[in-house]
């Protein structure tokens, strides 16, 4: 079967720009392989930046709007770059994948809601490419929290035969995945059928912690907006921890709740952070030890979460996410898991910061054959869904679509 080529898109909630994977697709269904072509991030300028923070609080409907339409022109201009600088044409690529910038995403709630910028339209429109976005609300309906999501995409690119693997990933949120050797004879329970999951996958998944989301917007907030993070971890490998502040956030309720479950990232919100620059100051600490004291609290939540939830002892912790070139809690993390060895996913032709717009594109690629993408297990949905919804690109591309559907859907139906 020749390959087939996607665009992955994401961005995260630390509003550090958009990321694009160029990403070749080898095989389809559920034993689809994919591959990193082309990885490009391009940053937020300072004034989109400055309106994507204005808008994540209470925004009104027009500017709301205004965020949607300019986020998809970003995810446009930056789909177009990454296959450019990947030296293929836009004519060459089946469809985009496209998680949006989540400004709002209530797992708990009587109706569970989420809610997503980024135009799918602009980018079909821009590109000419069919886009398949708004991957967790499927499995928001059916009783699933809709993250972590990308599990299944990530079993295909990082399950190892005889090794068992942990994956972190350091974002606005840290998450932990499971990957069990695909030879264990100790899986986790997930479905089997070919129309269900992929053969083989073995994995647990859940949000362990706010990362990111806190250590940039403490440097944000205890700056005035001078600064947006704190680059490698140098402000707060100076700082001292004040346990007490450390204590009292993992006294929060969400980590005493067993997965599947979602981090509440309203809950460590503006109101979070000024609440804990106070804290700091009454215990007479500074900048540097407020920003060493959230290090300290995020290392915690996400080894406590590895080893209450996740079945045993790796033989590898693999990273990514903006998060590994925070040193001190790389530092932190390690001292943690020791003696498991951990290394970026950068070892296996993965930079650490593309794993989500690879596991887009990765769930774009599902979604065209036919193939759930969520893992019931994880999420806590009734059961496994088709996820996504389909913005059609030119008549050409939608016409690769649609022929491509029908076989695929003839394939099932005779493997059924």
């Avoid at 059916?142 to 693997?165: C, I, W, Y």
């Avoid at 990933?169 to 269900?196: I, Q």
């Avoid at 971890?233 to 956030?249: D, F, K, N, P, S």
Wanted: glycine content about 10%; overall charge neutral.
């Amino acid at each position: 079967m020749a390959p087939r080529w996607y665009i992955g898109l994401s961005s995260g909630s630390c509003l550090a720009g958009v990321d694009a994977a160029l990403v070749r697709i080898d095989g389809s269904g559920a034993a689809l392989a994919p591959h990193l072509e082309h990885f490009v991030h391009e940053p937020h300028s300072g004034g989109v930046r400055e309106f994507l923070l204005r808008v994540s609080g209470e925004a009104q409907p027009r500017q709301l709007c205004l965020a949607h339409r300019v986020v998809g022109e970003a995810f446009a201009n930056v789909a177009r770059k990454v296959a450019e600088q990947g030296k293929h044409h836009l004519h060459q690529i089946l469809a985009v994948g496209m998680s949006g910038h989540t400004v709002w995403h209530d797992a708990g709630g009587r109706f569970p809601s989420t809610l997503n910028l980024g135009m799918p339209a602009a980018v079909a429109e821009r590109t000419g490419l069919t886009v398949i976005s708004d991957f967790r609300s499927r499995d928001l309906v059916v009783g699933g929290q809709g993250q972590p999501l990308t599990s299944v995409v990530d079993a295909m690119v990082f399950q190892n035969d005889h090794e068992r693997r942990v994956l972190i990933h350091l974002g606005g949120v840290a998450s932990v995945l499971w990957l069990d050797a695909r030879n264990s004879s100790t899986h986790a329970a997930v479905p089997r059928k070919l129309e269900d999951s992929p053969p083989g996958l073995a994995c647990i998944a859940l949000q362990a912690a706010p990362c990111m989301l806190i250590l940039d917007g403490l440097m944000r907030l205890a700056t005035a907006g001078r600064e947006s993070f704190d680059p490698g971890g140098r402000y707060a490998v100076q700082g001292r921890c004040l346990e007490a502040l450390v204590r009292r956030w993992l006294a929060h309720p969400l980590f005493k709740h067993k997965p599947p479950r979602t981090v509440p990232v309203d809950e460590f919100g503006p109101e979070f952070l000024a609440q804990a620059v106070e804290l700091a100051k009454r215990e007479g600490g500074t900048l540097h030890d407020l920003l060493c004291s959230a290090t300290h609290f995020v290392a915690r939540a996400v080894g406590e979460a590895i080893g209450r939830f996740l079945p045993g002892t790796p033989d590898r912790v693999l990273v990514s996410g903006g998060g590994v070139r925070n040193g001190l809690l790389w530092r932190l993390l390690e001292q943690l898991l020791a003696p498991v060895p951990m290394e970026r996913i950068d070892r296996f032709g993965v930079p650490a910061e593309s794993r989500e717009a690879l596991a887009f594109a990765g769930l774009a690629a599902l979604a065209m054959d036919g193939v759930p993408g969520n893992v019931p297990e994880n999420t806590g949905a009734a059961g496994p869904r088709l996820l996504g919804s389909f913005t059609p690109g030119s008549s050409t591309n939608w016409a690769r679509c649609l022929a491509w559907m029908a076989a695929q859907t003839a394939h099932l139906r005779r493997a059924a």
